[in-house]
Nanobody
């Protein structure tokens, strides 16, 4: 199973960015997907997750109303649209696939078993 993120970069505060994650080697559509992030010196934290059928999403309080997770099962791709970005959103962003077949979206990193290599998002003030 491989996950490859893209779309990171440098953006000014208040701006927008969309990161993508393409998966391969697994039946993508049967598992929940999540986005996490890790800033220097901090633990990896949950950002957003989406159910296998796209009918349920879950967000960290810090990004609720600003970030939107979506998926395109035909393209084996999950997206994270990030609007109204803040300097504190600066981190490496990782996508991950859930462990549970047809499972719900979850904020626990222990419920994800495959991870991408990450993409850097930097928000300048």
């Amino acid at each position: 199973v491989q996950l490859v993120e893209s779309g990171g970069g440098l953006v000014q505060a208040g701006g927008s960015l969309r990161v993508s994650c393409v998966t391969s080697g697994r039946t993508f559509s049967n598992y929940p997907l999540g986005w996490f992030r890790q800033a220097p010196g901090k633990e990896r934290e949950f950002v957003a997750a989406i159910a296998w059928d796209d009918n349920n999403t879950y967000y960290a309080e810090s990004v609720k109303g600003r970030f939107t997770i979506s998926r395109d099962n035909a393209k084996n791709t999950v997206y994270l649209q990030m609007d109204s970005l803040k300097p504190e959103d600066t981190a490496v962003y990782y996508c991950a696939t859930g462990r549970r077949f047809l499972g719900p979206p979850t904020p626990s990193k222990y419920e994800y078993n495959y991870w991408g290599q990450g993409t850097q998002v930097t928000v300048s003030s």
